[in-house]
Nanobody, 115 residues
Framework: QVQLVESGGGLVQAGGSLRLSCAASRSIFSINAMGWYRQAPGKQRELVARIITGGSTNYADSVKGRFTISRDNAKNTVYLQMNSLKPEDTAVYYC?????????WGQGTQVTVSS
């Protein structure tokens, strides 16, 4: 039972930066992994980045070198720092948490990158 609240989305020009935040309702020490997905209109939801308890990370090939996932355990918050944004990054970004075999979702935050 985890509630997730995303924030930080908005409109940014290509080449700009944005940082998304995901606040969890309980200590992220107890969460096996957290991550970010995104879904553009008419497309399937895709994994953007994931961070596990031990600190290992995974990124979609399309964002490697531009996006960084991190966490602040004291604030129960996971971040997604997005640099060098491209129009194709435009999507609704969803925070997710994995607790054993159960996956929880936030409501999403819109990121729009203009050319």
């Amino acid at each position: 039972q985890v509630q997730l609240v995303e924030s930080g989305g908005g409109l940014v020009q290509a080449g700009g930066s944005l940082r998304l935040s995901c606040a969890a309702s309980r200590s992220i020490f107890s969460i096996n992994a957290m991550g970010w997905y995104r879904q553009a209109p008419g497309k399937q939801r895709e994994l953007v980045a994931r961070i596990i308890t031990g600190g290992s990370t995974n990124y979609a090939d399309s964002v490697k070198g531009r996006f960084t996932i991190s966490r602040d355990n004291a604030k129960n918050t996971v971040y997604l720092q997005m640099n060098s944004l491209k129009p194709e990054d435009t999507a609704v970004y969803y925070c997710t948490a994995f607790v054993n075999l159960v996956q929880y979702w936030g409501q999403g935050t819109q990121v729009t990158v203009s050319s």
